[in-house]
């Protein structure tokens, strides 16, 4: 290849990279918008429930068809948010429901799955510390080792005796 076709393929190289990553945040955005479509659709859901919760809390004969409007706004709302649910993939852990059932703040379940992953990441790394402080005593062994043995059996110290077991 000449320096020309380098250049283009490298080109080429790039441009592929660059088309991937403009893809996945393409995605990013697309999901950060289907997100945001189902908070705002979650809000709007709320002020309907407070809004038809002030109309039954006051509710008189005359404010009927009110309340019937104010009912099919939440149901058209809620089957808006079901078909937004529908494109969007969102897994919560059961434990985290599990939490929300029992009262307590979902924030402890982050809180506990990040300080189990903490501290295995942490017994890990320190198993690699210990590791490492024991290998060069390990090494200075392994390279004085076959010196004595050399020793021995050059000047016959009686150290193969003593230390490996011979006659």
Request: proline share 3%; net charge negative; aromatic share 4%.
């Amino acid at each position: 290849m000449d320096q020309t076709q380098n250049t283009i393929a490298g080109i080429g190289e790039i441009n592929g990279s660059i088309k991937t990553e403009i893809n996945a945040i393409a995605t990013v955005d697309d999901s950060n918008e289907k997100l945001n479509q189902i908070i705002n659709s979650n809000q709007k859901i709320l002020e309907l429930l407070h809004q038809l919760k002030l109309t039954v809390s006051s509710f008189t004969p005359a404010s009927q068809l009110h309340l019937l409007q104010r009912l099919n706004s939440l149901v058209m709302e809620l089957d808006n948010m079901a078909k937004l649910s529908d494109k969007c993939n969102i897994q919560v852990p059961i434990e985290v429901l599990n939490l929300i059932d029992d009262g307590k703040n979902p924030d402890e379940f982050t809180k506990d799955v990040l300080n189990k992953n903490c501290i295995a990441k942490n017994q890990v790394t320190k198993g690699k510390s210990d590791a490492f402080k024991v290998t060069p005593f390990a090494l200075l062994v392994l390279s004085i080792w076959p010196l004595m043995i050399l020793k021995s059996t050059l000047f016959g110290t009686g150290f193969e005796k003593t230390s490996l077991g011979g006659a």
